[in-house]
């Protein structure tokens, strides 16, 4: 006879006398009754599923059956056994006659992802009352199956069946995570023509679907009228304006929530500390961190997590680590917040490392860790690095998304290898090339100096119909300032007005860059006095670089006072004005300038290049003698000039900005980080390999020279990504034109 499986029994004719298992029920069979109960049901497992449920029946009362199946449900393992336990239930006929035992079986259905099964038993017993609508429509929730929770309650209205505080909360929920507030606003009315809008449970549950669906105001004045608010609905409306973007007003009702008297839970903490991120106020940072440790809330790592993130948000990245240092226990959220902390906060190598000991502690990188950290790779912008994540990624079989995909692409055109980021774009699937696919390709080709390319590009994305984004303008705005393509950067402009974009900042940043760079300084000037929106320190710092490049001093003073309001603690802007006026011989005035920085404690930012080789980065100040082979390395870029000036070279001296003798300039001029890191390249790295190096300013004009000439004389590719793009150096030219 085939075995029959009920829950935690398995019974055949041979073994069933000792096979019996009872997990820990045991101490509800110590009734004489029930035990009777078992044992008969025991002796019928030899007969068929429908005389085993009669017999039961048939000896013993209904309330003894009753709680004989509610626990043979409880203890129900998998869906075989529940669909027997159906079966049985359905033949005695408990189903229609106990509905709360029906709403046991279709939740257990729910549980077990049996949908079908679940709205067959539903649609079977035909309740007139809400209380199995509720049920149903719960299950539906609770299993991310909103549509048919909706459809549900519209069904059950329809039907004349009338909800009650029970059922609003969830068909609400429903409405909130599918962000449908037409359909909640409904729901609302429903609940004041059956008068429970005073429910409790019902305005929390309001509160947070207009949250949800961006419709904050309303869900505040539904607060407003609440005359007994819990914790549930001060968090609710907390969690709100922090979702849409308000943190004042987050902290404000919070501190309006602890003078009533009501304490913080762990939920409303994590709610405050996403509020004070996006503020990026460090003092409220470390009282709210103060109260957590106060309260003990930092045992819980949802808590703890979120104050990581608070800190690292807030330029406290060395707080963020102490918190994380302290945690019990970290899960891959813990990880991915501090590993994104060192990136946001300009610390990618420490990321990286990070990153690394992830995967030594046995916490097994996800899409988002990958994420972060190529990311971080792209910071730094090296090549090898991003090539060996990117192979973690394929090995571990990592479900690549869209997003993780165009992070690649991105990654691969920062590092300098836009052939590999061009072959990954050419050969993305359907699934994976989305409006970010094509804004990274044409961002990749602008900033190595591929403005033709990245117009083409531009182009082609109209023509397949994929509709343009602000990122999608910024990227070819920028692609044509590079590329001095100042027509085709108006009409691109333009265009913005065709696809509904509004400019913001950046996109009018580029303009003024595209503009000034190609020495239409007065047209850069009319368009910023044009702009509706007010101009920032980019904008301005746009004008000032153009002053730069055309030593225009009068102009740049403009841009210079503008600036010195705006961001007075930046000293790039100062030594920007600075090497205008040493370009045309005001040396008083730089002076004043000069001092100036010192009198704020300001300081010029040097000169940092840095170069791979050998799995190591090998990095160089301007006139460095702290690298163990400076002296090979100044010996050959003294064998380099002698060799540059024999094919025609020489040396640009307009480019040292300080009021020294002309053979005192040159000598400046050789020892440039940017010179050294080169010549270390041409020293250690095989010929016929390129040399790649990555300045954190902009390349001077003498050395931009001399790597053309160098490109020539040794027939080596040379890459240098400086401050604002990429320069490929090949047989005596320069991919950006001699325009940067």
């Known amino acids: 006879m085939r075995p029959l499986r009920l829950g935690c029994w398995h019974l055949s004719t041979s073994t069933w006398r000792k096979r019996r298992i009872i997990d820990a029920t045991d101490n509800y069979f110590q009734n004489h009754r029930l035990q009777l109960l078992l044992s008969s049901f025991y002796l019928c497992c030899y007969t068929s599923l429908s005389s085993t449920a009669i017999s039961i029946t048939s000896n013993f009362g209904q309330r003894e059956c009753l709680s004989f199946y509610n626990r043979l449900l409880q203890s129900c393992g998998c869906l075989d056994s529940l669909k027997q336990i159906h079966a049985s239930l ?3 006929g408990f189903i229609r006659e106990n509905p709360h035992l029906s709403a046991q079986i279709i939740i257990k259905y729910s549980l077990f992802n049996d949908w079908g099964s679940a709205r067959f038993l539903f649609d079977e017993i035909s309740e007139t009352k809400s209380f199995l609508w509720n049920t149903m429509i719960r299950a539906y929730t609770n299993g991310d199956h909103f549509t048919e929770a909706l459809e549900l309650y519209s069904l059950m209205r329809n039907m004349g069946i009338g909800p009650n505080n029970y059922t609003f909360p969830f068909v609400l929920k429903s409405c909130a995570l599918k962000s449908l507030s037409l359909e909640g606003r409904l729901v609302h009315a429903d609940a004041i023509k059956t008068g429970f809008e005073s429910d409790l449970y019902f305005k929390a549950a309001l509160v947070d679907m207009y949250a949800k669906c961006g419709e904050t105001d309303d869900g505040r004045r539904v607060f407003d009228t609440m005359l007994n608010r819990d914790l549930v609905c001060w968090t609710a409306m907390i969690t709100a304006y922090e979702q849409s973007e308000r943190p004042d007003e987050s902290l404000i009702l919070f501190r309006e929530m602890q003078e009533e008297g009501l304490a913080p839970d762990s939920v409303t903490v994590v709610s405050v500390a996403s509020a004070v991120s996006q503020l990026g106020h460090a003092r409220r940072a470390q009282s709210v961190h103060a109260h957590v440790v106060r309260k003990g809330f930092l045992e819980d790592m949802f808590v703890g997590n979120s104050i990581i993130a608070m800190y ?3 330029d406290h990245v060395e707080e963020a680590r102490l918190v994380f240092d302290l945690m019990e226990e970290r899960d891959g959220i813990s990880w991915n917040s501090m590993i994104s902390g060192y990136t946001q906060n300009g610390r990618a190598s420490e990321a990286l490392l990070l990153f690394d000991q992830m995967q030594v502690s046995g916490v097994k990188p996800n899409i988002v860790t990958a994420l972060v950290a190529v ?6 912008g090296s090549l090898r690095l991003g090539r060996k994540l990117h192979g973690f990624i394929i090995n571990r079989r990592m479900a690549i998304n869209a997003t993780l995909w165009n992070a690649i692409i991105d990654m691969y ?4 290898d836009l052939d590999t980021a061009i072959h990954m774009f050419n050969n993305s699937s359907s699934s994976q090339r989305n409006v970010s696919s094509w804004n990274a390709m044409i961002a990749g080709y602008g900033m190595h100096g591929y403005g033709k390319e990245a117009l083409d590009l531009y182009l082609q994305m109209l023509e397949e119909g994929i509709q343009p984004s602000h990122i999608t303008f910024t990227s070819i705005l920028s692609a044509c300032s590079h590329a001095g393509l100042v027509n085709e950067g108006r009409k691109c402009f333009e265009d913005m007005k065709i696809f509904s974009v509004t400019p913001e900042v950046k996109h009018y940043t580029c303009m003024v860059d595209m503009l000034g760079r190609a020495g239409l300084l007065q047209e850069a000037l009319g368009l910023i006095k044009e702009m509706p929106l007010e101009p920032n320190d980019g904008v301005w710092g746009a004008l000032l670089l153009a002053c730069r490049i055309h030593g225009n001093a009068e102009l740049g003073e403009l841009a210079a006072k503008n600036l010195f309001h705006l961001e007075p603690d930046h000293s790039g802007y ?4 600075s090497n205008i006026y040493a370009a ?3 040396w008083q005035e730089v002076g004043k300038l000069r001092q100036d920085m010192k009198d704020k404690g300001l300081r010029k930012p040097a000169a940092f290049s840095v170069i791979e080789f050998g799995g190591e980065v090998h990095g160089f100040h301007t006139a460095d003698q702290s690298h163990p ?4 390395v100044y010996r050959k870029v003294e064998h380099l000039m002698v060799e540059m000036k024999m094919v025609g070279y020489m040396s640009d001296l307009s480019c040292v900005l300080h009021d020294v003798e002309e053979e005192d300039k040159e000598h400046i001029l050789n020892y440039h980080s940017e010179k050294l890191a080169v010549a270390f390249g041409i020293m250690n ?12 300013l902009r390349v001077c004009n003498d050395c931009h020279s001399s790597f053309k000439f160098i490109s020539h004389v040794y027939q080596r590719k040379i890459i240098v990504r400086d401050a604002n793009r990429f320069h490929h150096f090949k047989t005596g030219s320069c991919s950006c034109n001699d325009y940067w």
């Open 413 to 416: 055109a920062k590092c300098g």
């Open 629 to 632: 082979q400076f002296w090979e």
């Open 90 to 92: 359905s033949i005695i």
């Open 312 to 314: 690292a948000r807030c």
């Open 574 to 577: 100062y030594v920007l004005m």
């Open 584 to 586: 045309s011989s005001k």
């Open 375 to 380: 990311s971080a790779c792209s910071y730094l």
């Open 685 to 696: 790295i095989n010929p016929g390999m390129p040399i790649q190096v990555t300045k954190n």
